[in-house]
């Protein structure tokens, strides 16, 4: 039996409007043994889905990726395999954990305000945990890792391409 704190969920999915289906991810081959990843999705048909949110966790599957499922850890759907790709990035934008909480809501705010603009899709895990995702090598996939390189050079916190969804 899982326990409920051994699983992350997506309280605001980047495409909720188009999910209709919750499916788990283990997180083993994440580094994360006994923990699963709550994910959003479209059923397609009877065993393939579209990602409908940005995974926090993850490290295999990206917003828009179409995947089948199977029957994993007591979970009716799981995830078992990437069927097609989207050609999204995962990018995990993590800032400081000694910074003020005024100052990562500020950093925060920012970063999101740019993705606002940018058009790129984003889910914000927790203050200072942000995943974002567009299409790979597209100009707002550029410009915003241009932003989060700024990020880190002034020391504000780190990031991460999780996913080439390609």
């Known amino acids: 039996m899982v326990d409920i704190d051994d699983i992350c969920g997506h309280p605001e ?3 909720r409007d188009q999910a209709d289906s919750l499916v788990m991810y283990d997180l083993t081959d994440s580094g994360m043994p006994g923990k699963w990843e709550q994910l959003w999705a479209k059923r397609l048909d009877d065993d393939r889905y579209m990602l ?3 995974p926090f966790f993850t490290s295999d ?3 828009g990726d179409i995947f ?3 029957s994993s850890g007591g979970f009716e ?10 050609g999204n990035v995962v990018i995990h934008a993590l800032f400081r954990e000694d910074a003020t909480t005024e100052e990562n ?3 925060q705010g920012d970063l999101i305000e740019e993705s606002v603009r940018l058009g790129v899709d984003r889910e914000v895990f927790q203050l200072g945990y942000v995943a974002l995702s567009c299409p790979i090598g597209s100009p707002e996939h550029v410009e915003i890792e241009k932003r989060l390189y ?3 050079l002034l020391e504000w916190g780190d990031f991460e391409t999780s996913k080439r969804s390609e």
Do not use: F
């Open 13 to 15: 999915p980047a495409w």
């Open 52 to 54: 409908c949110c940005i």
């Open 61 to 63: 599957i990206a917003l």
């Open 68 to 70: 089948t499922t199977t």
């Open 77 to 86: 759907l799981s995830v078992d395999t990437v069927a097609v790709r989207s």
């Open 105 to 107: 809501e500020d950093r």
């Open 150 to 152: 700024a990020y880190h």
